[in-house]
């Protein structure tokens, strides 16, 4: 299974490609919006957005393409790991 997250805070991007890798999910991390993110998105199987730590831009990009593309998205005020651990426990069959 293959995750974007949006937002959420720099030093943490190890961290969450590792609870990631922990639940046999590919992810891609996006904290701050450099050059076209709508392209750099891909296809994955959710979206991730964090959205305590997320410009509003950001987020509209992410949901139009996410509605353009026809993927789940599964929005979270908090960027913690625990939050990120719940939202895989959710939608990760392990």
Do not use: W
């Not at 392209?39 to 994955?44: E, F, L, W």
């Not at 939050?83 to 939608?91: E, F, N, S, T, V």
């Amino acid at each position: 299974m293959s995750i974007v997250i949006i937002g959420g805070n720099d030093c943490m991007v190890c961290k969450y490609k590792n609870l990631c890798k922990d639940y046999n999910c590919e992810a891609k991390v996006f904290t701050q919006m450099k050059g076209t993110m709508k392209s750099r998105i891909g296809n994955p199987d959710l979206l991730v957005l964090f959205t305590n730590t997320v410009s509003h831009k950001m987020i509209r990009v992410a949901t139009n393409e996410a509605k353009a593309s026809n993927l789940p998205i599964e929005r979270c005020h908090s960027s913690s790991l625990s939050a990120l651990r719940g939202i895989l426990d959710k939608h990760v069959n392990v």
